[in-house]
């Protein structure tokens, strides 16, 4: 039961270049999401998508974007990085349910650092 | 936008002892979600809460969802090394819009044996 993984773990690249962050779900939850956690600030939504090629703002999307061709696959990618995009950045997956809210499940995270 | 307070924001305590954290809005929410992250690691989820007033265990887990929909606190009983981490509570809108989850700071535990 692989779950929901993340990929890279750890990355650092330079201002300005373009970098994306991979996430895979095995569950095959309709919904994914993500997030970047800041000091101070906590867990912020970034985007998040509720089926493939659906996908919406979350409250921090300036900067970053995303895609949803496969609903096991989410990437998230960062046109052009800054420092202020440095962080550790979680993707979540939930199941569809008309009656509750479906808890989220998290990956491990990508710890991304812009120099 | 809507906020969590969650309080404490940090807790240092002897092993055995109880611990008791919550999260207050000034929003009612449908759903209240407490997840505790380990260094390193994502957020695991440890309770769902989805009606008023419901109380739900977890082992020495135990949190309710406020009468109000506007609060819920988590206690923990006779806590253990491994319970040190931080805390998460969560709270989701209603409206069948997933993406409404708020997140408040986080409580962060440290249990000294």
């Known amino acids: 039961d692989a779950g929901i993984t993340q990929s890279p773990r750890y990355k650092i690249t330079e201002t300005g270049r373009q970098v994306t962050l991979m996430c895979h779900q095995t569950w095959s939850h309709s919904y994914m999401f993500w997030y970047r956690q800041d000091l101070g600030h906590g867990l912020r939504l970034i985007y998040y998508?509720?089926?493939?090629?659906?996908?919406d703002k979350g409250e921090v999307p300036d900067g970053y974007v995303v895609s949803r061709s496969k609903t096991e696959n989410f990437p998230l990618t960062l046109e052009s990085a800054t420092r202020s995009q440095t962080s550790v950045y979680f993707c979540?997956?939930?199941?569809?349910?008309?009656?509750?809210?479906?808890?989220?499940?998290f990956g491990d995270g990508t710890r991304l650092s812009i120099l | 936008g809507q906020q969590l307070n969650q309080s404490p924001q940090s807790m240092f305590i002897q092993e055995g002892e109880d611990v008791s954290m919550n999260c207050t809005s000034s929003s009612i929410f449908n759903t209240w979600l407490w997840y505790k992250q380990d260094p390193g690691e994502g957020p695991v989820l440890l309770i769902a809460l989805y009606k008023a007033g419901e109380l739900t265990s977890n082992g020495r887990l135990t949190a309710q969802f406020g009468i109000t929909r506007k609060d819920s606190f988590l206690n923990i009983s006779a806590s253990i090394p491994s319970d040190v981490g931080i805390y998460f509570c969560a709270g989701q809108l209603g409206g069948g819009s997933q993406g409404n989850l708020i997140f408040g700071k986080g409580t962060k535990l440290s249990v000294k044996p």
């Open positions: 998508s509720a089926a493939a090629d659906i996908t």
């Open positions: 979540a997956s939930s199941d569809e349910d008309l009656y509750s809210n479906q808890p989220q499940h």
